[in-house]
């Protein structure tokens, strides 16, 4: 019986929260998701050399724009390889305006965006570490706008 009473005050519950959720609606809907034209030129680009005594390699990061405003494509070469991951800006509500810089070393970089203030927010660290690349989400960024019904 007293199992019976906790699940229905559980389940009463959960539904206030649906309920509630329901009933706004969070958006940023003050710039278009999507770009009518896209530039096929790097918007943003990080380059260094790799110590190499036989080859000039370089470490590239390049973010190029795609049809979606707030998504850009990463391209990334280490030595021989080429490798291609995605970034996702937020929206605050204006054009985003991405770039990549070193960090730590120069075969380290942040991939992020300026805010509405100019100062940089990093969002994806990309480097070399014992001879291997990785790619890493450092930070998330998030905003809500309710929309008035």
């Given at each position: 019986?007293?199992s019976?009473?906790?699940?229905?005050?559980?389940?009463?519950?959960t539904?206030?929260k649906t309920?509630?959720?329901?009933?706004?609606?969070?958006?940023n809907d003050?710039?278009?998701?999507?770009?009518?034209q896209?530039?096929?030129?790097p918007v943003?680009?990080?380059?260094?050399?790799?110590?190499?005594?036989y080859?000039?390699?370089?470490?590239?990061v390049?973010?190029?724009?795609?049809?979606?405003?707030f998504?850009?494509r990463?391209?990334?070469t280490?030595k021989?390889m080429?490798?291609?991951?995605?970034?996702?800006?937020?929206n605050?509500?204006?054009?985003?305006?991405?770039d990549?810089?070193?960090?730590?070393n120069?075969l380290s970089s942040?991939?992020g965006?300026?805010d509405?203030?100019?100062e940089?927010?990093?969002?994806?660290?990309?480097?070399?570490?014992?001879?291997?690349?990785?790619?890493?989400?450092?930070?998330?960024?998030?905003?809500?706008?309710?929309?008035?019904q």
């Amino acid at each position: 019986m007293l199992s019976l009473l906790a699940f229905t005050i559980g389940c009463n519950q959960t539904q206030k929260k649906t309920d509630a959720t329901k009933e706004r609606t969070f958006v940023n809907d003050t710039i278009p998701m999507e770009r009518t034209q896209v530039n096929p030129q790097p918007v943003a680009t990080y380059s260094a050399p790799v110590p190499d005594e036989y080859n000039k390699f370089e470490f590239t990061v390049k973010l190029y724009e795609t049809p979606l405003r707030f998504r850009y494509r990463v391209d990334v070469t280490y030595k021989m390889m080429d490798v291609t991951d995605s970034v996702d800006i937020p929206n605050f509500g204006h054009q985003p305006k991405v770039d990549v810089r070193k960090h730590e070393n120069e075969l380290s970089s942040m991939i992020g965006f300026y805010d509405a203030k100019g100062e940089f927010m990093d969002l994806k660290k990309v480097e070399i570490v014992d001879n291997q690349l990785r790619i890493r989400q450092v930070k998330h960024y998030g905003l809500r706008a309710v929309r008035k019904q």
